[in-house]
């Protein structure tokens, strides 16, 4: 019988595990494949390379900036506040590294094994029934933490949410390449496209980088994602910063992510929470989950630790995990995001097109849009109407 049974050891699942434990709370993390590397650009931010610096070690290069691009090639290079960076790292050594982190505070790891379904008494989840090669287990915990991603199927089987349907996911490609490259090497490169989604190339050092390109939204049923990442990588403004000799793919995959912010009424309920990408802690038109997945992670800890000492499994106790302030202020940020889409990409993308434009010659502008994209900041109407006749 464990305190808290977590199924996936992602970020999420990792993160609230090693929280948990320290705690001294007994952990099963429950893995499908700890040789997996999950599809993802890499970048890591800042905040969470402070909980955990041993990344450092994956990459001593600060990215402190962005390159974007509008659909028809203009330019906006910035920098972000002075305490704020990422890095570029290999998600496989990311999830290595974070999921050891917890098995060395005590977090008791069960590889190779597939989460199905709960075990149920008096309707009641009692715990949690995986298959593995062995047959089939069960691991008992007083709560359990569903952090398995966008496969999940507990978080279908707990009745707290639906299926993802398509428009509600965004569908990304990305490769890691060895090879030359012309890129800054504390830039993140972006190119926003004429259909909801980006392409990005980060490079992750000298020699290596990590290309890859995303749709979301009901674009996605208007694309082959393999044919955008074909047309991305071979379009002649890409092949200036990465030449097309020399290039060696070490590893390339698809894979969704939810696109529509926080499934904000389907997080918990008796004795159950939903974390991380399984929960839809993923930035809207950005895609960046890794930050918010680890916060999700900590605070469903955080809710689970105090649910215990009080001996409190109930979804009264359990809601202070949704209306954490942290947790609303990324479900805020996510709407406000969310509410930037069809402006940005209306008639293929022509408002960015004439933002990035714009903010060439006029540097007032060009301030407004950098603290809307670093700092996630709304932009005026004066400076919407701008946009709109221009
Ligand atoms: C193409 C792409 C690019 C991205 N780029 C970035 C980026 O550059 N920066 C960023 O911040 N975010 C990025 N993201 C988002 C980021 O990858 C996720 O938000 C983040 O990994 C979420 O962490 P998680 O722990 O919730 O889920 P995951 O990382 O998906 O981890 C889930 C874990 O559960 C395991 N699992 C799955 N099913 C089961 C099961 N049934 N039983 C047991 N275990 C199971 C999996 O093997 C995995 O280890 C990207 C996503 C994609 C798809």
Not at 4 to 26: D, M, N, Q, W, Y
Not at 216 to 238: A, P, R, S
């Amino acid at each position: 019988m464990f305190d808290v049974v977590i199924s996936g050891a992602g970020p999420s699942g990792s993160h609230c595990a090693k929280i948990l434990t320290e705690a001294g709370f007994r952990v099963a993390l429950i893995e499908k494949n700890t040789r997996w590397r999950k599809p993802c650009g890499g970048a890591v931010h800042s905040s969470v390379v402070d909980l955990y610096p041993q990344l450092k070690k994956l990459s001593s290069q600060k990215v402190t900036g962005v390159v974007m691009h509008s659909a028809d090639y203009h330019r906006l290079e910035f920098e972000g506040s002075s305490d704020e960076f990422s890095i570029i790292v290999d998600r496989l050594e990311l999830d290595n590294i974070m999921r050891d982190a917890a098995l060395d505070a005590g977090a008791e790891l069960f590889d190779n094994n597939v989460s199905y379904d709960f075990v149920v008494k008096n309707s009641q989840k009692m715990g949690v029934k995986t298959k593995s090669q062995t047959g089939t287990k069960e691991y008992r915990g007083k709560i359990i933490v569903i952090a398995d991603g966008m496969s999940s199927k507990l978080a279908i089987k707990s009745g707290i949410r639906t299926k993802w349907i398509n428009k509600e996911l965004a569908i990304g490609k990305c490769a890691i390449i060895e090879g030359n490259h012309h890129l800054n090497l504390k830039r993140a490169y972006v190119f926003f496209t004429p259909f909801q989604g980006y392409g990005w190339i980060f490079p992750l050092n000298p020699k290596k980088y990590n290309i890859g390109i995303f749709t979301f939204g009901k674009d996605n049923l208007k694309h082959n994602i393999h044919q955008d990442y074909k047309n991305f990588v071979e379009n002649t403004n890409i092949t200036k910063l990465i030449p097309k000799s020399n290039k060696k793919v070490i590893w390339s995959s698809v894979y969704p992510f939810p696109a529509e912010g926080v499934l904000e009424k389907s997080l918990f309920s008796e004795n159950v929470m939903i974390i991380g990408d399984a929960g839809g802690f993923v930035s809207p038109i950005s895609g960046e989950g890794i930050q918010s997945a680890v916060i999700s992670g900590q605070i469903a800890a955080e809710t689970a630790i105090n649910a215990l000492r009080n001996e409190d499994y109930s979804n009264i106790s359990l809601k202070n995990f949704r209306t954490n302030k942290e947790i609303k202020s990324i479900i805020r940020n996510f709407k406000l995001k969310l509410s930037m889409i069809n402006f940005l990409y209306e008639h293929g993308g022509s408002n960015l097109n004439k933002m990035f434009k714009l903010s060439e010659i006029d540097s007032e502008f060009r301030e407004q849009v950098v603290n809307m994209f670093a700092f996630g900041l709304m932009p005026s109407k004066e400076f919407l109407e701008k946009v709109h006749s221009s």
